[in-house]
């Protein structure tokens, strides 16, 4: 059974930490790429954070550049989010999400899910 498991959301005040963790269980998981998405509420989903497979390639949508933090432990099947100098617009629902690509023809883009882990950030 596929499982993507995010924990590590909480309240904080402007200017702090969080550190969310997103552990992946019936699937292979140093084969898929991560990504964090986040939710606000009336918002689209939107991409944060992305790490390869191997972790060697990270990139980052411009609001979080330089204040989140994208890692992953394939011994652990775990990846995570090191969010710093939190800001009240970080507010929201984080979503995880692990994909790869199947080299059939066509190809087949699989993507798992997490539940969320609510992030609220107070000024």
């Known amino acids: 059974q596929v499982q993507l498991v995010e924990s590590g959301g909480g309240s904080v005040q402007a200017g702090g930490s969080l550190r969310l963790s997103c552990t992946g269980s019936g699937f292979t998981f140093g084969t898929y790429a991560v990504n964090w998405y986040r939710q606000a509420p009336g918002k689209e989903r939107w991409l944060v954070a992305f790490?390869?497979?191997?972790?060697?390639?990270?990139n980052y949508d411009d609001s979080v550049k330089g204040r989140f933090t994208i890692s992953r432990d394939n011994a652990k099947n775990t990846a995570y989010l090191q969010m710093n100098s939190l800001k009240p617009e970080d507010t929201a629902l984080y979503y995880c999400n692990a994909q790869t690509i199947l080299l059939t023809d066509p190809l087949e883009y699989v993507n798992y899910w997490g539940q969320g882990t609510q992030v609220t950030v107070s000024s």
């Open positions: 790490i390869s497979a191997d972790g060697g390639i990270t």
